[in-house]
């Protein structure tokens, strides 16, 4: 039995997300899926600023469909984990609200309103193949009095 030659796609892939996906942390995962050879014919975009939470990305995501994406890769929510530590939840609160102008405090909860509403209007938007991205794992206890 041969081996196939790998299956190229092609079209547009709209990346929400925070930082990573913006490429200002130490990986640009975008820029290494660009790069590998069955990705050629595929153009992907980025709709992502450093510090937002699921709330920011939703708000990005008329610019999302209008760019008719064949496919959405969603990496959004380290931020909403940051601002819902019990260490960091007052400094969170205040900056957030004044740099990100978030319209309650962030909590898992919400989180999860969010991030069902992005990709309930990605699909009402689109037809594009759409992948929600686990977060990388921070170690942390939500409910853990000293989060460090």
């Known amino acids: 039995m ?8 092609t079209g547009v892939v709209a990346c929400l997300g925070s930082s990573s996906t913006a490429a200002k942390g130490p990986y640009d995962w975008i820029g290494d899926l660009q790069k590998r050879p069955e990705n050629h014919g595929l153009e992907f975009l980025r709709f992502a600023e450093g510090g937002d939470l699921a709330y920011n990305g939703l708000q990005r995501v008329p610019k999302v469909i209008s760019c008719h994406p064949d ?17 960091q939840s007052e400094y969170y609160e205040v900056m957030l609200k004044l740099t990100k102008r978030l319209p309650r405090k962030p909590s898992p909860e919400w989180f999860y309103e969010v991030m069902d509403e992005v990709v309930d209007r990605l699909k009402d938007g689109t037809s594009a193949r759409i992948a929600v991205c686990s977060l990388p794992p921070w170690g942390e206890n939500l409910e853990s009095e000293d989060p460090f």
Not at 71 to 87: K, P
């Open 2 to 9: 041969g081996t196939s030659a790998a299956r190229k796609e």
């Open 71 to 87: 496919f959405v890769v969603i990496l959004l929510g380290g931020n909403d984990v940051m601002a819902s530590m019990s260490r």
